[in-house]
Antibody, heavy 116, light 112 residues
Framework: EVQLVESGGGLVQPGRSLKLSCAASGFTFSNYYMAWVRQAPKKGLEWVATISTSGSRTYYPDSVKGRFTISRDNAKSSLYLQMNSLKSEDTATYYC?????????WGQGVMVTVSS | DVVLTQTPVAQPVTLGDQASISCRSSQSLVHSNGNTYLEWYLQKPGQSPQLLIYKVSNRFSGVPDRFIGSGSGSDFTLKISRVEPEDLGVYYCFQATHDPYTFGAGTKLELK
């Protein structure tokens, strides 16, 4: 059974950093692109980042480019999102997702609140 | 950036009815490789989103055949025949043809 479990969320002050993790199991992690998608409270979905199987290619929208870094450790079947210079508008639930034909499996999400 | 416009914003339905959701793109979603990366997701209340349809019309594993995706170019539709209680929630279209990838704003399928 495919499982994705996010961790590392919480309350952080504007301008500070936070690192999210996603532990994957039930599939060969190194064979799949992976992604982060977020959802602000009571809002829609926003794609945040995608990483290739080896980690050599990464993709971001302008809203997070230069501040967020997606990475992976295939030996640990883990995905990460390093978030720097956080802003109030980054407050959201962050989902880890497997990215093959679409985001075919999602984690349960982790909440990040950016507030002073 | 590609803008995906979903209509209607809310779709009141009676169980057993058919529902239809439109997703129009600000530009063609045909990739240079010939594929069209248009997907549909359902987010049920309190749950993570789930993939329904990929590449316009392909149902993801386990998705009932009452979900039908269609369309081409910049105009796409998701039809749900015989709506069941577990189909209620917010539907999103998503494009992965052009960077940055973008979601539509969502359509809430709700009971009349």
């Amino acid at each position: 059974e495919v499982q994705l479990v996010e961790s590392g969320g919480g309350l952080v002050q504007p301008g500070r950093s936070l690192k999210l993790s996603c532990a994957a199991s039930g599939f060969t992690f190194s064979n799949y692109y992976m992604a982060w998608v977020r959802q602000a409270p009571k809002k829609g979905l926003e794609w945040v980042a995608t990483i290739s199987t080896s980690g050599s290619r990464t993709y971001y929208p302008d809203s997070v480019k230069g501040r967020f870094t997606i990475s992976r450790d295939n030996a640990k079947s883990s995905l990460y999102l390093q978030m720097n210079s956080l802003k109030s508008e980054d407050t959201a639930t962050y989902y880890c997702a497997r990215h093959l034909h679409g985001f075919d499996y999602w984690g349960q999400g982790v909440m990040v609140t950016v507030s002073s | 950036d590609v803008v995906l416009t979903q209509t209607p914003v809310a779709q009141p339905v009676t169980l057993g009815d058919q529902a239809s959701i439109s997703c129009r793109s600000s530009q063609s979603l045909v990739h240079s490789n010939g594929n069209t990366y248009l997907e549909w997701y359902l987010q049920k209340p309190g749950q993570s989103p789930q993939l329904l349809i990929y590449k316009v019309s392909n149902r993801f594993s386990g998705v009932p055949d009452r979900f039908i995706g269609s369309g081409s170019g910049s105009d796409f539709t998701l039809k749900i025949s015989r709506v069941e209680p577990e189909d209620l929630g917010v539907y999103y279209c998503f494009q992965a043809t052009h960077d940055p990838y973008t979601f539509g704003a969502g359509t809430k399928l709700e009971l009349k």
